[in-house]
């Protein structure tokens, strides 16, 4: 490659809100969607909440001649609602479905129901090997009571462990989405630790768009105002992460929002803000090339942030014993219940009562079975993501005991040291 | 790295059929296979079916003193069943469940509550990588009406992707199991041409041990001999798979298997056969490494068995949508009787029929429901291996039609032809 290889990339990502009978204007917004996408002719576009595959196949026609190639990423009852174009060839794709996506009973969140994942695309431009990520992790219900942060935050380590070890041999690194991650939050800061990727938002100097790069605004009429009343801004959720290796040098020469109108027509494409991002790769000489890896000096960060999340996860695994525990008493309950009724009924006198109690502690004793099987499952997820974030804490830790003198510097999520083994 | 560079690899594999309640003297088994390893110091030993987290901590305290690292892989609801003992330390770990296996209502076979899995280690071996994978796909209950064929090939479709991805920057791929394929099914020669792996059992000139390489045989007390009456030396379903990359020659110098009996006690350590291989890995000049890519002349049999894999998925994908539309019809017939059953009840007279059946109707509905969204479910997990399929079938066709001059041969999983994009 000659040294003064250059590409820029141009790339839009958007949460589309395309649940089908329930999010307003939905086809005229698709349409308005793909007028744009064509106009603006971006390299790559990155959706997600795309949750019909109607309306991926009608974008994918509308988009053909400018955006030869396009995939939609099959998962779950409904589907990851994740799709990408591009006008470039699609080399190779595939596909991680997160272990833990909230909860089959909490049917109104519908999360379960998604099969939420993270989709990955390789892409050869100009001899060089682009791994693109786009991913959309559980919703954010409530702020105050979150009951599914232990699962964002195991869908967070997840997602960083899929792409450190699917990129190794990437030479640019790209991760667009929804997040549903404020940028300081746990996930958000782990994300970015393990995998050393770099917030467009934070590295341009070029930005334009909403306040403070948000990405849902008081101003888009299809927000629920309501829930943003804490931020006065919105809230930055969606994001464009990058980061390149092996002697590219990457960086975002500009960054754009639209701000929740419509700049023709008045009303936005989404309740999301979308993001237009363009990277400029070079190829530089390897001393200029700025170090994505932390020596034993900054990797504290990375132990603070890993000991953090194994605090969550240890919090999530007693949370979900708990739960396993509990409908396993209730099981053995409705067991005692069912043989009392099959005593009446048999000694006759209350057989109609026995009868009319049939139904409800049947129910009870299946209910509290999935329940048991659901939590039982959730724990096992949430002791292997501990068990992964234990094991490069150890490492991270045996790493800056040695030095920088004895031990080389770890790029982050590509650790050369010695490893112990834990539970 | 030195040219003349070398690596001895002493492997351990064995299903260890460590059903609690269930496997005959489970407890004197594990004993005698933790002496055996002991004894024999192997580097690595990848074992599958340790059910119970019990047996792993047993193990683990009784290798430790010889295989310092150790790992058990969490999943599902029991669990993936495979763990690892390395007498080196573990550079890094993580795993990918399945997105299919089994059906949650086939509650005898139990596939579906294991969360099958494949377990990737890391280890830096005298400045070498070595990705070392292990894994146990879903079991064969009946060969000639296999409900489980599709479910099994679209595993070996997601562990081929899975090894590919993650395996890019690996000087060594090693891969041990139990797959519960027969070395001629459809989803071992997917896997093997897919990820370019070679079989231990066809490479090495110095076999030991079971009649044509079989690793469940009629010579071991624990196996049904019924099963394996269509097989007279038994069947060969568990594997030593590796292959060497970037300038690293492997072979395997000795494959040795137990033979249904243990030589010391008399009763096996499995139901399975074990097997010991020993691989040498050299550091060869490029010009002596045999081509592990397949040039267009020899890429038909991807092509074929591709073609052959997606007619199969193609299959599954139709039989678990005529279940959805199925159990969708049921949900309206319970529906329907639910609403005549309301009317009854609230007319009187035959209020105690009402009453009566109220129970199957409620039951016939949640359990219709339960079906119609596992068999959705299904269906979106098959599509997607379907179209990772369809897509590296069509890349591979224009490989091949572009021919030997205009287009580099393309090593198995890391094409550099142009691709098109499909559904």
Not at 134 to 141: C, F
Not at 248 to 265: A, E, M, Q, V, W
Not at 305 to 330: C, M, N, P, Q, S
Request: glycine share 8%; proline share 5%; aromatic share 10%.
């Amino acid at each position: 490659m000659k040294p003064n290889f250059s590409l820029r990339l141009r790339l839009f990502n958007l949460n589309c809100w395309g649940i089908p009978y329930l999010s307003k204007h939905r086809a005229d917004r698709m349409k308005r969607l793909g007028d744009f996408l064509n106009m603006e002719s971006f390299d790559l576009a990155l959706l997600e909440e795309v949750w019909s595959e109607q309306d991926f196949q009608y974008l994918r026609q509308k988009l053909s001649p400018t955006y030869p190639a396009a995939h939609y990423f099959r998962s779950g009852v409904i589907g990851s609602g994740l799709c990408v174009f591009s006008k470039h060839p699609i080399q190779e794709f595939t596909q991680h479905v997160y272990t833990l996506n909230g909860y089959p009973y909490m049917i109104h969140h519908g999360d379960w129901f998604c099969g939420k994942a993270v989709g990955l695309l390789v892409l050869h431009l100009g001899g060089l090997v682009l791994n693109a990520y786009v991913t959309h992790l559980h919703a954010e219900y409530s702020r105050q009571k979150d009951i599914y942060l232990t699962h964002r935050v195991a869908q967070a380590w997840e997602l960083a462990q899929f792409i450190h070890h699917t990129s190794k041999k990437a030479d640019v690194v790209l991760l667009c989405g929804d997040l549903n991650l404020h940028p300081k939050d746990l996930g958000c800061r782990l994300l970015k630790e393990w995998t050393g990727l770099h917030d467009a938002y934070l590295e341009t100097r070029d930005f334009k768009g909403s306040e403070e790069g948000c990405t849902m605004v008081p101003e888009n009429c299809y927000v629920n105002q309501r829930e943003l009343e804490p931020f006065p801004f919105g809230i930055r959720i969606d994001y464009v992460l990058y980061k390149a290796v092996s002697g590219f040098y990457i960086s975002c020469k500009t960054l754009r929002t639209t701000t929740g109108r419509d700049p023709h027509s008045g009303t936005p494409l989404s309740d999301h803000e979308a993001l237009m991002a363009t990277l400029c790769v070079r190829h530089s000489p390897p001393q200029h090339i700025p170090s994505p890896s932390h020596g034993p000096a900054e990797r504290s960060p990375l132990i603070s942030i890993l000991k953090e999340a194994w605090t969550e996860l240890d919090l999530g695994v007693a949370h979900a014993r708990w739960w396993a525990t509990f409908a396993g008493y209730v099981i053995g309950l409705g067991l005692l219940l069912l043989a009392l009724l099959c005593a009446l009924a048999a000694g006759g006198g209350v057989r109609e009562v026995a009868i009319l109690l049939w139904t409800p502690s049947v129910g009870l004793l299946l209910g509290a079975g999935a329940v048991y099987l659901f939590h039982m499952q959730e724990a096992k997820g949430l002791s292997r993501a501990r068990a992964e974030l234990q094991h490069v804490l150890g490492r991270a830790r045996e790493a800056q005991d040695l030095g920088p003198e004895s031990q080389p510097a770890l790029p982050l999520g590509q650790q050369e040291g010695d490893g112990t083994e834990e539970q």
